[in-house]
């Protein structure tokens, strides 16, 4: 029963919503706007401290336990502390403590960190992009073309590389993505209908 | 070992020193590039464009991304606002994401403080942050009603009282939505805005997806895309070009007038892209060059190692 | 000054980071770890704010919509992921959530399937026309793995791996110019707001 009653209300919500999508009758519409969107409204903040939990949680027994490098889970601890408090005592507005934070630390740290993927890729760049067959030359040809067309460079040499890498991106390209996303959308429908006819399980989770 | 051999095997840290300096060189003698503008850019320049000055259109911007896109993201964002704010189209704001939140507030105040005149509530309106659980009930609540669907914007005015919502109803009127992504391409307002409620959609997205775009571009579920800092660049360039001087879109003028990004009269955030493209530019020769020598040094390998397996 | 503090404070954590390049190290790691508590503290007030305070407090304590307590409790049902004994209490709002998959069913396939094989089923009336066909059904029958790729049907998939890798190269040369574009960002800031270049 713990795990047969869900999926009843899984199943059953699933099929008024695939239903809902065809007929938007008024009892539907309002089923929707009226009852379900000012729930799910009501059960939304309830999620988020699971996340906030997660991660408190694991850091506290990482400092509790002196596990290897657990000084830096007090770097972690304390910024969510001080941040947080930052957010409740002065708000989250332009000028606040909170969005100096944001600014001066959270902005540049997030950006800087996807920021050494420039390194890496000039390296695998360097190291790893092989014209070992036929295939991977093809690869390493088109990208070369559209690295060069999308910059002014390409043009400069010859409007042939823009017209070029416009052919590549709007013919071979095209097919290509759409080849992959038919596959992916097939699969996205698919697993939508597993979830609603009670096959795939895996969110519910373990035990009975 | 030969030389080549030797630069085979040369230490990641040495490549690094090169990227970094290909990047920092170009912005301490700044050149001139000319980014040319491509159809998917210039169609969405079109579409804002012809809702100049009228009082029952308006365009969505949905950004969602956080600061690791935002060198490339927020010059896209900054150029649109401004291209609405020059030609007088109303512009909402909206975020499912609650690091994006201080980024709209951003982008709106650094373009805002050139235009004395425009008026939050008035020329624009930011519906804030919204929980990611409203994501469906406010894409498919919109097609309705928006006022409703959204209820109050950031300052927790209801919308109904705005006056920027006279006029606007649902997406017959709000008809452009352009979502700004690091990891979509407005997949969800195709999904629902679009198959359910006809309403246009444009993608602002990081290079890494823009290539992944073009099957809805030509099936029309975008209208356009800017694909990274080079969209970015197109886009700043059509709205010096024609918004700024109140003139109408041409791919002629286009192509012949290329605005200097040294002139001073045009300010650093509105060029931000422009510049970063100089940088660009260095990089991906950079790139190339790397892809030779590397493939370069393979083969002269392959061929000794075929050499002394023939001579054995 | 407090602009000045915070351009210097912002400089130190791009370069602590960027010290990561030469190899891992103490600065890196607690920037790291700082970047994951700043980011979950700066969003507790505001979910607090803009999701608790509004859909929860106020409908149930100031309107008296006392139905909402449901939903409410609904939510609370979720902490009980954490107990092995009552960790199936949170199915129930986890699976509030997931009906809403129904909806996406008709609305995906129109969108991600059904358009998107009309625009490749469009009259030939140029070349490219015929080529972006070709490379639609060939790598579709790439992805068929019930059959196997041999004959003139390998052929046909042959052709279907050729477009894929330059659609792979285009998506390469484009995440080349993404990844430059995030460190032209950082060294903008650095160059252009901390050590004032341009100025």
């Known amino acids: 029963m713990k795990r047969q009653i869900p999926l009843l209300i899984v199943i059953t919500l699933g099929l008024l919503f695939m239903a809902h999508a065809f007929i938007p009758h008024k009892i539907s519409q309002d089923f929707y706007n009226q009852w379900y969107r000012e729930w799910v409204k009501a059960v939304s903040p309830f999620a988020a401290l699971l996340g906030i939990y997660s991660l408190i949680n694991v850091h506290v027994r990482k400092i509790k336990r002196k596990a290897h490098n657990w000084q830096y889970s007090i770097a972690t601890l304390l910024g969510i502390i001080v941040t947080a408090v930052a957010g409740f005592g002065w708000g989250s507005e332009s000028g606040s403590p909170s969005s100096w934070i944001y600014e001066n630390i959270m902005m540049p740290l997030c950006a800087t960190i996807f920021a050494l993927l420039a390194f890496y890729i000039a390296s695998a760049a360097y190291k790893a992009f092989r014209a070992r067959s036929i295939e991977a030359t093809v690869l390493l040809a088109a990208a070369i073309i559209v690295m060069l067309g999308r910059v002014a460079l390409g043009a400069a040499i010859t409007h042939w590389i823009p017209d070029a890498t416009k052919w590549i991106l709007t013919v071979p390209n095209l097919a290509a993505k759409r080849g992959i996303a038919l596959g992916v959308g097939l699969g996205m429908t698919a697993t939508s209908l597993k979830i609603i006819l009670g096959i795939e399980r895996t969110y519910l989770g373990g035990g009975d | 070992m030969s030389w080549f051999e030797k630069l085979q095997n040369l230490d990641r840290r040495y490549i690094y020193i090169v990227v970094a300096l290909c990047i920092i060189i170009p912005f301490t003698f700044t050149f001139h590039t000319n980014t040319y503008t491509t159809e998917p850019v210039e169609n969405i320049y079109q579409l804002i464009d012809s809702y100049a000055g009228r009082e029952d259109r308006a365009i969505l911007l949905s950004i969602e991304h956080d600061p690791s896109t935002s060198p490339e993201l927020q010059p896209m964002e900054i150029a649109i606002v401004r291209h609405c704010f020059e030609r007088g189209v109303k512009v909402f704001f909206l975020t499912f994401r609650i690091t994006a939140s201080p980024i709209i507030d951003y982008v709106i105040n650094t373009t805002k403080e050139e235009f004395a005149d425009i008026q939050s509530g008035v020329d624009y309106v930011n519906f804030g942050y919204k929980p990611a659980a409203l994501y469906l009930p406010i894409i498919l609540g919109m097609g309705d009603d928006i006022a409703e669907a959204v209820e109050t914007d950031s300052e927790g005015r209801k919308l109904n009282n705005l006056e920027i919502m006279k006029g606007i109803k649902n997406y017959n009127e709000m008809n452009l939505v352009v979502e700004f992504s690091g990891s979509s391409y407005g997949f969800g307002w195709i999904t629902y805005a679009r198959s359910r409620f006809g309403a246009n959609v444009a993608a602002g997205i990081t290079a890494v997806m823009a290539a992944d775009t073009y099957p809805y571009i030509q099936s029309g579920q975008l209208v356009g895309v800017l694909g990274g800092l080079k969209g970015a660049a197109e886009y700043e360039k059509l709205v010096d070009l024609f918004a700024v001087n109140q003139l109408e879109f041409s791919k002629e003028q286009e192509k012949q007038t290329f605005p200097r990004i040294n002139n001073d009269d045009i300010l650093y955030k509105f060029k931000t892209a422009r510049i970063g493209m100089n940088a660009q530019n260095v990089a991906h020769v950079m790139i190339i060059v790397f892809i030779l020598i590397g493939n370069i040094g393979y083969f002269l390998e392959r061929r000794r190692k075929n050499k002394q397996g023939e001579g054995s | ?199």
């Open chain 3, 1 to 199: 000054m407090i602009e000045t503090i915070g351009i210097w404070v912002a400089a130190f954590l791009t370069l602590s980071i960027f010290s990561f390049l030469y190899k891992d190290n103490p600065f890196y790691k607690f920037a790291e770890h700082l970047y994951i508590g700043v980011s979950m503290g700066y969003g507790i007030p505001l979910m607090y704010k803009l999701s608790f305070i509004p859909f929860v407090y106020k409908p149930i304590f100031k309107m008296h919509e006392f139905i909402l307590i449901i939903p409410a409790l609904m939510g609370i049902m979720f902490w009980f992921r954490f107990s092995r004994k009552w960790g199936w209490m949170a199915r129930y709002p986890m699976v509030f959530f997931m009906g809403i998959a129904g909806m996406g069913v008709p609305l995906s396939m129109h969108a991600s399937v059904l358009v998107q094989m009309r625009s490749a089923m469009l009259p030939w009336e140029n070349f490219n026309i015929f080529l972006i066909f070709l490379g639609t059904i060939t790598i579709l029958m790439y992805f068929y793995f019930s059959k196997a790729h041999t004959g003139l049907y390998g052929k046909f998939t042959k052709i279907g791996i050729w477009y894929m890798m330059i659609g792979f190269g285009a998506s390469f040369g484009y995440t080349v110019m993404a990844r430059i574009s995030l460190l032209i960002g950082r060294i903008q800031f650095l160059m252009y707001d901390w050590l004032g270049f341009g100025h």
